[in-house]
C-alpha cells in the first residue's frame, strides 16, 4: 500500500524525471524543484477522487519548526550542552500487559542539557495559538500544559533532571506572549515566536530562552 506521500504520477510525470539534471537544462533547476515539490506534495483528497495540495498547517510546518528548532540548538549552543529529542520513560510500577502495551509513548521535541541546567521544550505549532473561550478570554491549551508537566515530573527520576524547566514555544500569530510561573519545583515558560522578524532577532529570541533564568 502507497502512503499518503506517494501520490500516483501527476500528467503521466515520474517523480524520478525531476532530478535528472545535466549541462543542457542545469539554468532550469530552480524551475525543475519548484515542479518536484507541486509534484511530491500534490496529493489525494481524502474524500473522493479530486487531489488537494498538501496541506502544510496540518501536515508539514508542525514538523518542520520542531526541526528547526531542534537544529538550531545543535548548531548554536556552545560546548557543555547536549541537545537531543529521548523518548522518556515512563516510572510505572509493575504496570500490566495492557499497560506496556496501551500507554503512549513520551516523544519530547526537543532537551537541553547544560551545566546546571535541563530544559524540556515543546514546539507547538497552529493557526491560533491561543484558546479563545466565554466573553474572548484567551487560554494556553491545557492539553499542551498537561502534556509538558507530564514530561517534567516523570524526568525528575533521573539525575540532573529534578527540577527540570519546561518551555511551551509556539510561533507568534495574533500576539507576543510569555506566560511564566513555577509549580512543584519546575520553572515553566509559554512563549511565543516570531518568524516574521530578521534572522538575527529570531537567534537572539531563541538563545534568550536558554539564557534566561537562574541555574537549577
Not at 496540518?58 to 560546548?79: K, Q, T
Not at 514546539?123 to 508537566?149: D, M, W
Request: overall charge neutral; aromatic content about 12%; charged content about 20%.
Amino acid at each position: 500500500m502507497k502512503g499518503v506521500g506517494a501520490a500516483e504520477p501527476v500528467g503521466g510525470v515520474q517523480a524520478e524525471q525531476f532530478g535528472q539534471l545535466h549541462r543542457n537544462n542545469r539554468i532550469y533547476a530552480f524551475l525543475l524543484h519548484i515542479c518536484e515539490f507541486v509534484h511530491e506534495h500534490w496529493l489525494p483528497a481524502e474524500h473522493g477522487s479530486a487531489r488537494r495540495f498538501r496541506d502544510f498547517v496540518r501536515d508539514g510546518l508542525p514538523g518542520l519548526f520542531e526541526n528547526f528548532v531542534l537544529n538550531f540548538y545543535r548548531h548554536e549552543l556552545p560546548a557543555g550542552w547536549h541537545v537531543s529529542a529521548p523518548v522518556l520513560q515512563w516510572q510505572l510500577v509493575t504496570p500490566n500487559a495492557d499497560a506496556l502495551a496501551l500507554v503512549p509513548r513520551m516523544e519530547t521535541d526537543v532537551c537541553l542539557r547544560g551545566p546546571d541546567r535541563a530544559v524540556i521544550l515543546d514546539t507547538k505549532f497552529y493557526a491560533q495559538a491561543l484558546k479563545v473561550g466565554a466573553y474572548g478570554t484567551e487560554r494556553l491549551p491545557s492539553a499542551n500544559l498537561y502534556q509538558l508537566f507530564t514530561y517534567l515530573r516523570q524526568q525528575s527520576c533521573e539525575p540532573g533532571w529534578e527540577q527540570a524547566e519546561g518551555v511551551l514555544l509556539y510561533p507568534r500569530t495574533t500576539r507576543d506572549f510569555a506566560a511564566e510561573f513555577t509549580t512543584h519545583g519546575h520553572r515553566i515558560r509559554a512563549l511565543s515566536l516570531d518568524l516574521a522578524q530578521t534572522w538575527q532577532n529570531i537567534h537572539v529570541a531563541l538563545m534568550k530562552i536558554v539564557a534566561a533564568g537562574p541555574a537549577i
